[in-house]
Every structure is written in structure tokens, then in C-alpha cells.
């Protein structure tokens, strides 16, 4: 009998981002907002082990996109609001959610010949609108599902690609690395950190960047003017002028935290990529994006960033051959981040 693959609810904003900005909210309304969200996403973050996994019966290449609208209530799905093939409707939410999960799906099915989030097929569920005010979007193990924010901190999630693709990689990471990551250590901070490589390829292809001319942040627009430019920057993991200023992400081992948080720790192996992108020139989804995603099939469900570097190492041998341009590069990165 086949193992379940480690699901789990996987947020673009992580707790101690939400607690910093509740320390220096401007009123204790807006500080309880915060703290209620952090103990709202502990919460669902803990039903992780009874989301039920959804197996698609899709056929090879078909897109099947469908948008539900919570009300801002917490039942999920919620109600039908576009689905594939759908005329644009009034709710800008449910249009950028469907455009972002299309672009998403059109990205690994092009680029990486993957049919859908579980390469079987998945119907891509995203849900608008959930809660009020909620500060966040997440990944559940079975579908998408955004907040609003709040208007003052945070403006919306469906308006950043990067995001939505962020959180549906979550998904294809569930189901590519066998027996998926586990969301914990130095395997959880991959798991973010896979989910920023491919946010990041997905927002350059889509707006057709070379390496050189993309933005390599995180979120951008997703903050209020006052709170930061974008969430993190895999270019320069940690520099605040560039990002937000409570972050403090590490780019090298140098700054690694033993059981730190895997937002955090994150920082690390995104400058790897980063480095092997630089290093490739040219588009970051001709050569580095697609080592990366075969170094998928390579790891196993408590992967350390040494294994990764050895499985981005390996892949681009199988891709490239070994001793080629693409192996020096790749190890090139996760010696200079001080990993190997």
C-alpha cells in the first residue's frame, strides 16, 4: 500500500512576521487582529494530518480551474464562484485567483511537462474571501485559500502571482519529493524555499524576465506602503531596505538557526538558487528552474540542505552531463552560501 504523501498547511505569511507587526500596532484592536491570526493559523496549521488528499481524474494537459468564495466565513470550500472556461465575473479576487492558478498550471505544464499540482490531473480549488480581514493565504494539503488582509498592513494575496504560485508549489512538492517534505527543520525550510524558487520562476516567465532583469523578491505589493516593499528577497536574503524591516532572513550557514523557524532558515538555500540563476544567465526556468525541479524526485522526506545541494548537483549531471558548466554552477551556489 502506497504512503500518504506529508501534507501540510503551508502560509505565505509566517507567524513571527504577524507577531512583530502586532508588537508595533497602532492600536490594541489592531494588535488583537494580529495575534488572533497567529493563533487561527497554529490552528489550522495542526489539522494538517486529517486534510484529505483529492486525486485527479484529469486528462493529460487539461486545465481545470475552480474559484469558490467563503464570504469571508471558514467553511470550505465555500460557493461556486468561476469555474474553467467562465466568463470574468465582478469580484476581481475570484478573477486574479483563477488567472494566477491558470498561469501556475500553464507554467509546469509547459516548461516542466507536469500534468497539474499531482501530476495526475489535480482540479486546481481556490477558495476567495476567507474570514475577514484575514492576513494571509495558505495551502491546506487539497486547495488554495486567500484572506484579504486588512487593508492597513496587508492589501489583498490574489494580486501576486508569485504568491499563488508560492502556495501551489506547496502542492507539487506534496506530491513530486517522495513521500513529500516534512514541514519541520532544515526539510521544512526547503520546502519554503522551493516554493520561493518556483514563485519566482513562475512571476519571471510570466512576464517574460531574464535572470538579470527580474526583481528576485518575494510579495512584492502584497504590503501597505508603510509596512515594506515585499516579504523576502532571494537576491539579498535579509536586507531589510529591500524587503520589510523586520526581516531578518540569513544568507549563508553563517547566520543559520538550529530549529529556527523554516521561513527563516529558508533565506539560505533561496541564495543558492539565486547564485546557480546568476551563474546560468539567461531565463531562470531554461536551466536552473529545471535542475531544481528534478531534484525533486531525488530527495527524501527529511532532506538537509547538504542533500539538496547533492540533489541539484546529481540532476544537473542527468540534465547536462557530468562535468558541465551546469554542475559547476549548481556546487559553485551551495558553497558559496557555505553548505558544502
Known sequence: MA????????FIIPSNMLRKLADAAASPADRSLLLDQCETSAYLR???????????????????????????????PGKLARSEGGLAVADASVNQAYDGAGATYDFYREVLKRNSI???GLRIDSTVHYLSKFNNAFWNGQQMVYGDGDGKLFLGFTGALDVIAHELTHGVTQHA???????????????????DVFGSIVKQWKLKQSV????WLIGAGILAPGVGKALRSMADPG???LTWSGDDQPKTMAGYVEGGDVHFNSGIPNHAFHAAAMALKGNSWDKAGPVWYKALGLLTSNATFADMAKATAQAAVLLYG???A???????????VGVV
Do not use: M
Open 3 to 10: 504512503t500518504e504523501p506529508h501534507s501540510c498547511t503551508c
Open 46 to 76: 495542526g489539522q494538517r494530518s486529517i486534510t484529505p488528499v483529492v486525486a485527479g481524474i484529469a486528462s493529460v494537459g487539461e486545465k481545470r480551474r475552480t474559484i469558490f468564495d467563503a464570504h469571508h466565513k471558514s467553511t470550505l
Open 118 to 120: 499531482d501530476n495526475k
Open 177 to 195: 519529493v517522495p513521500g513529500g517534505l516534512v514541514y519541520e527543520n532544515q526539510s521544512g525550510a526547503l520546502n519554503e524555499s522551493i516554493s
Open 212 to 215: 538579470d532583469q527580474a526583481d
Open 239 to 241: 536586507n531589510k531596505e
Open 322 to 324: 557530468a562535468d558541465s
Open 326 to 336: 551546469e554542475q559547476h554552477a549548481v556546487q559553485a551556489a551551495w558553497t558559496g
